[in-house]
């Protein structure tokens, strides 16, 4: 597969996996989970050609990690950022003590004002590190990092959870926990 190829699967698979998976008439099952022969039919018939080899290449060199497969190999599923309705069953855990968040400079305002609202998405993103913040950000302006006070977070009762892929997710950051640093 060429880069090409494979930017093209994985944003077709984010669609399909994450936000519309009636385009290619499937229904994702229990915490988003589908059989992967189900998938496979339905992209197919769908005029996106996929094989097995092709779609285990995505998912291993994806540059985020956004899809996985289960231990026994049989299912797959996006590891975060769904719009569809999901409980992906991740395990409530322990945040380290600072987290971050990339933003456009343009909403900074916003956000120091109202906190970190979930958007269209069922939780907060946060980053372990700044540098992937940045690249974070980065996606639809010139970015700023806001730094995250997650120990202190949870110690007040905010429940985190640590997708596959190492994002850490939230339902919602209240503005006395984010120290906003100045853009890179
Ligand atoms: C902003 C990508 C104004 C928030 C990335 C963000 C990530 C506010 C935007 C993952 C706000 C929502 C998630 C407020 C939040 N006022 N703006 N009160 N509260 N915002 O895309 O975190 O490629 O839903 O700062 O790499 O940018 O999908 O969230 O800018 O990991 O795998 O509202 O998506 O990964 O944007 O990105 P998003 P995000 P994937």
Known sequence: MTEKELIRTS???????RHEPQRVGIRLEEAGWIPVGELLEAVNRHGAPLTLEELKYVVATND?????????????RASQGHSVEVDLQYEAQPPPEL????????FVASIRANGLNKGQRHHVHLSPDPETATKVGQRRGRPVVLTIRAGDMHR????F????????????????FIEVRKPV
Do not use: C, M
């Open 99 to 106: 987290l971050y968040h990339g933003t456009p400079e343009r």
């Open 64 to 76: 985020k990690k956004r899809f996985a497969f289960s231990e026994d190999g049989t299912r797959i």
């Open 11 to 17: 944003k077709f698979l984010s669609l399909i996996l």
């Open 161 to 176: 959870y640590r997708s596959a892929n190492g994002v850490w997710l939230v339902d919602y950051v209240p503005p006395q």
């Open 156 to 159: 007040q009762g905010h429940v």
